[in-house]
């Protein structure tokens, strides 16, 4: 089941994504570009599947 924290994928493929707000069908979700940039989208929950193994890449992120 899809819930904040699990790491999803769209159904037609893309990159893996963590679901950080569920609701009303929906699914906010946040993933990295190649050039280390954060997005955030809102997709239909019927969109998504949980990504293989539904872990994280591990990554370290610079601050600044």
Do not use: Y
Not at 1 to 30: H, R
Not at 49 to 64: C, D, E, H, Q, Y
Request: hydrophobic content about 35%; aromatic content about 4%.
């Amino acid at each position: 089941q899809i819930q904040v924290g699990s790491v999803v994928e769209l159904k037609s493929g893309g990159p893996k994504m963590t679901v950080d707000i569920v609701g009303n069908g929906n699914a906010q979700c946040s993933w990295f570009t190649n050039h280390e940039q954060i997005n955030t989208a809102d997709f239909s929950i019927d969109s998504l599947k949980l990504a293989s193994g539904n872990l994280p890449s591990t990554r370290t992120v610079g601050m600044g």
